[in-house]
Structure formats: C-alpha cells, structure tokens
C-alpha cells in the first residue's frame, strides 16, 4: 500500500481545521514512528551503556553521575522547548533537530576514551531528547482532530513503548553475534536517523504564518496556560512524586525473586519482567486513548492514577513470587501507558491554543521533577530500612491516590469532548 499524499491529509472540515474524524495521517504516523524508532536507539545504547563504562574503569556512581546529569538537563531542554515551540514559526525543524542530536549523542559515546566523555555526549543527546518533546506533542496535537487526540497520543505512546520492547531485546541479539558493546553504540545511529528521517520526510506541517508571537515573556506564557491547566499541574505533581523509576523495580525484582542481588536468574527474570512491562504498556495505549475519545479524559486519568496507587501498594504487600511479580508488573504497564497517554492529551484540551507548547513542555518538566522526588524518596527509604522496600512503596502509593483526590476534584474541562463524539 503506497503511503497517502499529502493532498489528503489531513482532511480538513469547514472552518479550517482537521476533521473529527481525521486521527491517521502523514503527521500523526510520522510522530509515532519517530517515537518508536528513537526509543530503539536510545533502549539498545541504555542496554550496553553499564558494559561501555566497565570497560572505561568506571562504575556504579559513573553511570548514576552521567544519569542523574542528563535528567536534570533535560528537564530544562523541555522547558526551553515549549516556549521555542510557541515562538517559532515551524514546530517540525525543531522535533527533527532534537531527533538529530540525540541520535548523533548516543552514537558518539562509542568513540569516548573517558567516562567524562561518556557524560558530555549523554548530556547533549538529553538535551536534545527534552528540546524535541514539546514541539512534537505540538504537532501530533495539530495533526489530529480534537475530538480523537486519545487515538493519536496512545499511538504515539504504543510507538515509544514498542521501541522500549524491540531495543534491549535487539541489544540482547547483538550481543549474543558477538558483537562490542562500542559497536552496539554505533548501531543505535540506525534508528536514531531513521527516527529523525521520519519526522523531516513524514509528518506534514501547516506553516503559521504570522501567529507565532516574541512579544510575551516565558513567565508570561506560563500564566497564560490558564487556572484550570495549573491546577491540573498541581494533580500532576502530587501523582508525579510517586510514580517512580521503573528500574527500582528492576533492582527490586533482583533482589528479591531470588534473595540476592547478584543471581544471574533472578537477574534475567527482572529484565524479562521488564520487557513485558513494557509490551504490555505498547499493547494498552492505543484502547486507552481510544477510550477517553468517547467517555472523556478525565475520569479515566482518575481510574488510571487510583489504578496505580494500588499497583504500587501491591508492590508493598504481596510476596514477590515470579506470578505476583508477574501481574504486577503487567498492571505497571497498563497504568503506564494511561498515564502517559491521558496526561498529554487531556492537557492539551485545557491549554489556550497559542501557548500550547510552553504547556507541554512545563507538562514534561514537572513530571521530571516527580519522577526524581519519588525516586529519591524511595531509594532513601530503602536504604534507612535494608530488605524492607515496602515502605518506600507505600509512601509511593499514598503520594499516587493524593494524585487521583486532587484531580478528581477539579472541575471539568470546557473542552472536553462528550460521550460517544470520538470517530
């Protein structure tokens, strides 16, 4: 089947915009190709990362250096890229610029002679992997109608959560073939420009003409996201700061399936729940936005976060066999994959039109600073209280279920589509 031209999509109805019904077309498959081929580049470099610095004599507190690092980074690179994205006058050369750097970044790790080496081309490529976010999200917004943006964004979020599948599981082939974990490095380019490839000959953007406007400053941007978009940060915060890394649970399922951090079994088994996870996260995205197109995004958000606090809390209280494990790493995925999904779009409904992307990016950017709090809320638990995670994961799963009470009390949106209006 030949790709649609651009002379079909995306429709348009009378008044200008896209049709209702219009969620599939050259922009929104772009950006989700994107997704999925810069999460392969970036999940297969992840994978070998730990083997590149061993062999550079660095270590554990190397690597949480040149992580740590690079998250911080980024977080700024998506503030900086919302409110590029509200000034520029085309949204799609800054997602393909951000695309570009990353891949060039990671890649470039593979020539590093030094685990400070290592860091200046993570930090670059994460400045490029934050700078991309918002102006993307921009154009997956404009692509797709109002009333389909659950089908377009749990498109995306499939992409992104498929590539995490088909990224450590290419890594695992490779090196099974033999190949150097530096080689591996250079492999991950392939993706990377080929994600970068499907943004620059894909997705199709309207020019703006002269709506973009430099006038206003960035505070300004923020206030004008409005009261319903910041107090609906506010709801995203509380959630954020215990929806922490999914590599704690990693380490969590390490420790415990077999009672030692060095079992080779248990080892592989917590890198197999992690894939499924991430397989499962793929497979519910699309049915999730598909879902909130036609009950609202709202309510299933709230579902999502109060599924969560009960997923996490089941981490505190069930034993960790391989099928408790197992299910609940299965419902980490799907709370995931509503999470990620329902965030964007619903915020994009409550965002005024032109500081659309300075809202998407302060959207990133705070959950960054959640991700982090919870993060290092249980990993200073955990080691106040050795072979006990449970409370940092119930302190999680508390900081979740306020999450899911504070936005259930918001108001409704304006703008939020009604029941059945999704194509």
């Known amino acids: 089947m030949s790709a649609p031209g651009p002379e079909t999509l995306p429709r348009t109805a009378p008044d200008g915009g896209p049709e209702r019904s219009a969620w599939l077309n050259r922009s929104t498959l772009g950006v989700a190709l994107a997704s999925l081929f810069s999460d392969v580049s970036h999940e297969l470099a992840t994978a070998v990362l730990p083997a590149v610095l061993l062999g550079l004599g660095a270590g554990p507190a190397a690597l949480g250096l040149i992580e740590g690092s690079a998250d911080g980074i980024s977080t700024l690179a998506k503030l900086w890229g919302g409110a590029a994205a509200d000034r520029a006058k085309r949204r799609k050369p800054l997602a393909s610029v951000g695309y570009l750097v990353t891949a060039v970044g990671i890649a470039a790790i593979a020539f590093c002679t030094t685990w400070a080496?290592?860091?200046a081309c993570r930090v670059a490529a994460w400045i490029g992997r934050g700078s991309r976010s918002a102006p993307r999200d921009v154009l997956m917004a404009e692509a797709a109608a109002p009333a389909a943006l659950g089908k377009a964004f749990g498109m995306e979020r499939a992409g992104d959560a498929l590539g995490a599948v088909l990224g450590p599981l290419?890594?695992?082939?490779?090196?099974?073939a033999g190949e150097e974990p530096r080689h591996i490095m250079l492999w991950s380019l392939v993706p990377g420009l080929l994600a970068f490839l499907s943004i620059v000959l894909i997705v199709v953007e309207k020019p703006r003409g002269g709506e973009p406007r430099g006038r206003r400053s960035f505070l300004g941007d923020v206030r004008g996201t409005g009261r319903p978009f910041q107090r609906y940060l506010v709801s995203i915060f509380f959630f954020g700061c215990g929806d922490f890394s999914r590599t704690l649970l990693i380490l969590y399922a390490t420790q415990h399936a077999a009672g030692t951090l060095f079992s080779l079994s248990a080892a592989t088994l917590a890198i197999a729940l992690y894939v499924l996870h991430n397989a499962v996260s793929s497979v519910a995205s699309f049915p999730i936005g598909a879902l909130t197109?036609?009950?609202?995004?709202?309510?299933?958000?709230?579902?999502?976060?109060?599924?969560?606090?009960?997923?996490?809390?089941g981490f505190a209280v069930l034993?960790?066999?391989?099928?408790?494990?197992?299910?609940?790493?299965?419902?980490?995925?799907v709370y995931i994959a509503c999470e990620e999904v329902v965030e964007k779009a619903y915020a994009t409904e409550l965002l005024p039109r032109d500081v659309r992307g300075t809202g998407?990016?302060?959207?990133?950017?705070?959950?960054?600073?959640?991700?982090?709090?919870?993060?290092?809320?249980?990993?200073?638990l955990w080691s106040l209280f050795p072979g006990r995670p449970a409370w940092g994961f119930l302190a999680a799963g508390l900081l979740q279920l306020l999450g899911a009470s504070s936005l259930a009390a918001l108001p409704a949106a304006p703008s939020a589509p009604r029941p059945g209006s999704g194509s």
Do not use: M
């Open 117 to 119: 080496q290592v860091l």
């Open 170 to 176: 290419l890594a695992v082939a490779l090196v099974a």
């Open 293 to 313: 197109d036609r009950v609202g995004r709202r309510g299933v958000l709230v579902g999502g976060y109060l599924f969560a606090a009960a997923t996490t809390i």
């Open 319 to 333: 034993p960790p066999t391989p099928a408790a494990l197992a299910v609940l790493f299965v419902c980490s995925g």
């Open 360 to 380: 998407l990016g302060v959207l990133a950017a705070t959950n960054g600073l959640g991700d982090f709090a919870s993060s290092a809320l249980i990993g200073v």
